[in-house]
């Protein structure tokens, strides 16, 4: 019914005349079933790699060791990987060999959870070996086969098993939370990368208190980056209420608030981006300021972090006013050192010397505007300036 689907019909119809199978798989054919919008569709083929660019005229090799060989078809390229197998998981985290095979049980039994291990046919048939329908009606999350096994395999799915609880509103089946207790120091074998992936992707879901609460009773946290020893600020954070957080800044925002843990250390342990560590400090010291912060703190925030440092406080304390504070923050003299209404160049046309000394003076002829003690106007701002 999802035009996604649709449209890779043909593709499907294609191997399948070239006498081979093919199917939809993965998360949109969950998502699809839940009645969410889906992105990319994933299909899944008894045709080896070779076999799949012999069928069709134009394909990219975008995956080929692991078996995934993209399609063109009208300007939209299709995924296609080859039914494989996985074994010799020495490290915990990533098979030491792939293998293709041709049969479609063989390529479902190896995926993390009964929902995403369904598969569908182009004529809309749903292939479920697992179970995966009925837990799709249960909201759970079922390790396929034996959750021990399966988690020793890749550390990683416990981490994604929190995650789906947040994003879908699911509930982890009793014996797959109990594996995920029992095996969460393989944690520490799975790259930061990967664990902050699925977590930020958890901060944002739709169910973020059971994502969060379970990350808690199962004790993945103890081996997530600094944060070991935060039973009491996760639990704060699990507890915290108002509507889904529109950005991971929101989540990180109040987890550095909550642990006081300095947000570049953090931030750096989770190896995130400077401009995401940015985003955060300045909401961070915002946050810690409100519902009264200083024109100065506002002003640092700026348009980006302001609505994330709201949304933290509103998390924090249900009935906090944001109106107040953004409308502060509207009434700014200026709201970017851009809209100050002179810089270095002005200020040395009218005979102020080139040096350090000329920063240290625009700053403090900011900070003066900003706080409303100089007006924004050129001929005060000189005068102030001493020249
Ligand atoms: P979303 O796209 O919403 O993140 P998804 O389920 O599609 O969810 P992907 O990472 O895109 O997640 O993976 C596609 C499919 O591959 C999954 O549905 C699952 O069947 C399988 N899969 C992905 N990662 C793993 C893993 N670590 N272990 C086992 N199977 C996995
Ligand atoms: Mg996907």
């Not at 598969?119 to 799709?136: K, M, P, Q, S």
């Not at 996760?234 to 608030?257: D, F, M, R, Y």
Request: aromatic residues 8%; hydrophobic residues 45%; without cysteine.
């Amino acid at each position: 019914s999802h035009p996604e689907f649709k449209a890779a019909i043909p593709i499907m119809k294609a191997i399948e005349a070239a006498g081979y199978e093919a199917y939809f798989v993965g998360g949109s054919v969950r998502d699809a079933l839940l009645g969410l919008p889906i992105h990319d569709v994933d299909i899944a083929s008894s045709a080896y790699p070779a076999e799949i660019k012999q069928i069709f005229q134009r394909t990219v090799d975008t995956g080929i060791q692991h078996g995934t060989v993209m399609v063109l078809d009208h300007g939209t390229g299709y995924e296609v990987t080859t039914f494989r197998t996985e074994s010799g998981y020495q490290d915990f985290r990533r098979p030491d060999q792939v293998t293709f095979v041709r049969s479609l049980a063989e390529d479902l039994k190896r995926r993390d959870f009964t929902v995403n291990a369904l598969a569908v046919r182009h004529d809309g048939t749903v292939i479920d070996l697992f179970g995966g329908l009925d837990d799709l009606t249960a909201k759970q999350l079922k390790a396929v086969g034996n959750p021990h096994e399966r988690f020793h395999e890749d550390a990683l799915r416990m981490m994604r098993g929190v995650r789906f609880e947040s994003q879908l509103g699911f509930q982890l089946e009793s014996a797959t939370k109990a594996a995920i207790a029992e095996n969460a120091p393989l944690l520490a074998h799975v790259s930061v990368e990967r664990i902050a992936a699925e977590f930020t992707r958890l901060l944002t879901g739709i169910a973020r208190q059971a994502g969060l609460t379970d990350f808690l009773a199962t004790g993945l946290y103890r081996y997530a980056p600094l944060l070991d020893d935060q039973e009491a600020a996760i639990t704060k954070l699990a507890a915290a209420s108002g509507p889904q957080w529109a950005e991971p800044a929101v989540g990180w925002t109040l987890l550095a608030h909550l642990t006081q843990v300095p947000v570049v250390a953090l931030m750096r342990a989770w190896k995130q981006a400077n401009a995401m560590t940015e985003l955060v400090k300045r909401a961070t010291v915002l946050l810690g300021q409100l519902p009264t912060p200083s024109a100065w703190a506002l002003y640092q925030a700026g348009a980006a972090a302001l609505p994330v440092a709201l949304a933290a406080a509103q998390a924090l304390q249900p009935d906090f006013d944001a109106a107040p504070v953004a409308q502060a923050y509207q009434m700014l003299p200026i709201q970017a050192k851009s809209a100050l209404a002179i810089d270095g160049k002005t200020l040395i046309a009218h005979g102020f010397a080139p040096g350090p000394k000329l920063g240290q003076v625009l700053n403090q002829l900011e900070q003066a505007v900003v706080a409303g003690e100089l007006a924004n106007d050129q001929a005060a701002l000189l005068k102030a300036a001493g020249v």
